[in-house]
């Protein structure tokens, strides 16, 4: 009679964080730190770091379980299959109405993940787009680093802290996602098909790629060299080989200055979106149809695992202005 009557078991909704990285020794400390004030699980998957990255992701792992490492080896990068084959490891470890999201080291978010879709969004939506704060490294903080006011020694400090100017770009992906047993995440998509229904609203992200220097002149060289192996057309950042020509000049009216803590501005930008009509229908569609519709889409393959490429520690020089 007391089984009967026992109320159901409440499913606790969880967040599982996706994180491909190589070459992050610099950031990944402090990015795992970060995921792991709100994340349920951190799956990493190390495509070839020649640096202690992986070495800080299993000290992290050892100390927390909710840190999994899953595999390092120097694969040719694939925004694609990198990250389809990060969610088949780990999609069985979720459940329906749990978020998953995409995450790069170098990326910090500026609301919580669990606060946002409790805040932020209607329950009917159920794919966020994320709204990039790059922050960038200045003519001024290259001086400071060139002085010798600034060194390695610096990047044991918050990264918020070293770097506080930013720009702003409409550019979007989407970032975070509900899960549902039946969708398909096949390695010729960089997204799972019929993900659901966009938010409206864009996830802040403070986003660190060029940190210091050295950091950015080893980024443009690892860059170069993994350019080389791949198949699809990447951004013209990936083919600059000058770290120089990422420097943002302190006199740049894009230039926005942030003072950790305090708010960002916030842009709503909308183009993410369908138009009205459109944008209807597929709310109409997304409420009923997608275990159907994922039924059309083939499943990831378990040959789908990136390929493999041979692995050469670079020669990095001091080679600044």
Same mark, same amino acid.
């Given at each position: 009679?007391?089984?009967?009557?026992?109320?159901?078991?409440?499913?606790?909704?969880?967040?599982?964080?996706?994180?491909?990285?190589?070459?992050?020794?610099?950031?990944?400390?402090?990015?795992?730190?970060?995921?792991?004030?709100?994340?349920?699980?951190?799956?990493?998957?190390?495509?070839?770091?020649?640096?202690?990255?992986?070495?800080?992701?299993?000290?992290?792992?050892?100390?927390?379980?909710?840190?999994?490492?899953?595999?390092?080896?120097?694969?040719?990068?694939?925004?694609?299959?990198?990250?389809?084959?990060?969610?088949?490891?780990?999609?069985?470890?979720?459940?329906?109405?749990?978020?998953?999201?995409?995450?790069?080291?170098?990326?910090?978010?500026?609301?919580?993940?669990?606060?946002?879709?409790?805040?932020?969004? &209607?329950?009917?939506?159920?794919?966020?787009?994320?709204?990039?704060?790059?922050?960038?490294?200045?003519?001024?903080?290259?001086?400071?680093?060139?002085?010798?006011?600034?060194?390695?020694?610096?990047?044991?400090?918050?990264?918020?802290?070293?770097?506080?100017?930013?720009?702003?770009?409409?550019?979007?992906?989407?970032?975070?996602?509900?899960?549902?047993?039946?969708?398909?995440?096949?390695?010729?998509?960089?997204?799972?098909?019929?993900?659901?229904?966009?938010?409206?609203?864009?996830?802040?992200?403070?986003?660190?790629?060029?940190?210091?220097?050295?950091?950015?002149?080893?980024?443009?060289?690892?860059?170069?060299?993994?350019?080389?192996?791949?198949?699809?057309?990447?951004?013209?950042?990936?083919?600059?080989?000058?770290?120089?020509?990422?420097?943002?000049?302190?006199?740049?009216?894009?230039?926005?200055?942030?003072?950790?803590?305090?708010?960002?501005?916030?842009?709503?930008?909308?183009?993410?979106? &369908?138009?009205?009509?459109?944008?209807?229908?597929?709310?109409?569609?997304?409420?009923?149809?997608?275990?159907?519709?994922?039924?059309?889409?083939?499943?990831?393959?378990?040959?789908?695992?990136?390929?493999?490429?041979?692995?050469?520690?670079?020669?990095?020089?001091?080679?600044?202005?």
């Amino acid at each position: 009679m007391a089984e009967a009557c026992a109320e159901p078991a409440i499913h606790v909704v969880r967040f599982h964080a996706l994180m491909p990285v190589r070459d992050e020794a610099d950031i990944i400390g402090q990015s795992l730190a970060h995921l792991l004030k709100w994340a349920d699980s951190i799956y990493v998957f190390d495509t070839g770091s020649e640096d202690e990255t992986w070495d800080i992701v299993n000290q992290f792992a050892s100390e927390d379980r909710r840190v999994i490492p899953l595999k390092r080896e120097t694969v040719r990068f694939s925004d694609t299959r990198v990250r389809a084959w990060i969610f088949d490891q780990a999609r069985s470890h979720m459940r329906n109405g749990d978020w998953f999201l995409r995450v790069d080291a170098d990326e910090f978010h500026h609301i919580v993940p669990r606060e946002f879709v409790e805040s932020r969004i &209607s329950r009917h939506e159920t794919v966020v787009y994320h709204q990039y704060y790059d922050f960038r490294l200045t003519s001024r903080d290259v001086e400071e680093w060139n002085s010798g006011r600034e060194g390695k020694k610096d990047r044991n400090r918050p990264i918020e802290e070293r770097r506080r100017w930013f720009t702003v770009t409409d550019y979007t992906e989407p970032r975070l996602c509900r899960y549902r047993s039946s969708m398909k995440w096949p390695a010729e998509v960089s997204f799972p098909y019929n993900a659901g229904f966009r938010a409206a609203t864009r996830i802040p992200i403070r986003h660190y790629p060029h940190r210091d220097p050295v950091q950015l002149q080893k980024r443009c060289r690892l860059r170069a060299r993994v350019v080389q192996y791949l198949d699809n057309p990447v951004g013209h950042h990936w083919n600059e080989t000058d770290w120089r020509r990422h420097i943002v000049a302190n006199n740049n009216p894009a230039l926005r200055f942030w003072n950790p803590g305090s708010e960002l501005p916030v842009f709503r930008f909308r183009d993410h979106l &369908s138009r009205l009509p459109k944008r209807l229908v597929q709310r109409l569609v997304q409420a009923t149809c997608l275990p159907i519709l994922d039924r059309l889409h083939a499943a990831y393959q378990r040959g789908a695992f990136p390929d493999t490429i041979p692995s050469a520690r670079p020669v990095l020089t001091q080679n600044y202005p």
